[in-house]
T-cell receptor
Framework: SQQGEEDPQALSIQEGENATMNCSYK?????LQWYRQNSGRGLVHLIL?????REKHSGRLRVTLDTSKKSSSLLITASRAADTASYFC????????????FGGGTRLMVKP | GAGVSQSPRYKVAKRGQDVALRCDPI?????LFWYQQALGQGPEFLTY????????KSGLPSDRFFAERPEGSVSTLKIQRTQQEDSAVYLC??????????FGPGTRLTVL
């Protein structure tokens, strides 16, 4: 079973626009991570935010975490066609090994 | 430095055949994870190793699935008597810390 749910499931925007994806989860977490997956490829780690952090930035990426609402958002600013991919949130639980529990993903299409 | 590699990249098996999927983690990474990703879904955890010890196999869907990492480096995921529902992408990830996991490109298994 999957811990997280991404919203929306699919998003289509024009190049230059911002893209916002949301993730909700169910149980207490140690950290939350966002990954990108291009079609037919493996997952690329984008950013990790710990449960005691509220916001984090990396380049054009901004991630927020609200543990009281058990939700996170990923904002991609000034999107490019190369950002077209599926984006997954994954939660790391408070247990050994930190296995990740993934949501169903948001499929983002950025039109040139 | 090389990332996580997996072989084969694609595998077609007839129902009932046994398959073996290989994962070469990043050198020195203690933790190794296997995930299964069905089409259009997020990855789901299968099993976790710390060095050669399999610490969590709670995600293995049946006793037809078996994983090993005998020398604490390369890992093999074996599926016996494959069924059509085993068709998926099998992802391997390794980690040196209890947080960020680095994923391989995956093996796409198709069971006919």
């Amino acid at each position: 079973s999957q811990q997280g749910e991404e919203d929306p499931q699919a998003l289509s925007i024009q190049e230059g626009e911002n893209a916002t994806m949301n993730c909700s989860y169910k149980t207490s977490i140690n950290n939350l991570q966002w990954y990108r997956q291009n079609s037919g490829r493996g997952l690329v780690h984008l950013i990790l935010i710990r449960s005691n952090e509220r916001e984090k930035h990396s380049g054009r990426l901004r991630v927020t975490l609200d543990t009281s609402k058990k939700s996170s958002s990923l904002l991609i600013t000034a999107s490019r066609a190369a950002d077209t991919a599926s984006y997954f949130c994954a939660t790391g639980l408070n247990n050994a090994g930190n296995m990740l529990t993934f949501g169903g993903g948001t499929r983002l299409m950025v039109k040139p | 430095g090389a990332g996580v590699s997996q072989s084969p990249r694609y595998k077609v098996a007839k129902r009932g055949q046994d398959v073996a999927l290989r994962c070469d983690p990043i050198s020195g990474h203690v933790s190794l994870f296997w995930y299964q990703q069905a089409l259009g879904q997020g990855p789901e955890f299968l099993t976790y190793f710390q060095n050669e010890a399999q610490l969590d196999k709670s995600g293995l869907p049946s006793d037809r699935f078996f994983a090993e990492r005998p020398e604490g480096s390369v890992s093999t995921l074996k599926i016996q008597r494959t069924q059509q529902e085993d068709s998926a992408v099998y992802l391997c990830a390794s980690s040196s810390l209890p947080d960020t996991q680095y994923f391989g490109p995956g093996t796409r298994l198709t069971v006919l």
